[in-house]
């Protein structure tokens, strides 16, 4: 069901002109815990998001906004 909210949301806000969206789900021993996503009107805010979500060797994502 969250699958089909998050498409819902993204096509949504993709009217509105942000045509690049990335997400990032992160689960807990639980289930998922958060869903984060990023919309941008610019090629370049893509690049950008993509460079700063790596992965890091652990398989953690680093965000790395410094």
Do not use: C
């Amino acid at each position: 069901q969250i699958r089909q909210l998050t498409t819902l949301y993204k096509s949504q806000v993709a009217k509105l002109g942000y045509e690049h969206s990335r997400s990032v789900r992160i689960e807990s021993t639980n289930g998922p815990l958060y869903q984060l996503i990023f919309f941008s009107k610019h090629e370049m805010g893509k690049k950008i998001w993509r460079g700063i979500s790596e992965k890091g060797a652990d398989g953690q994502h680093t965000f790395d906004f410094g």
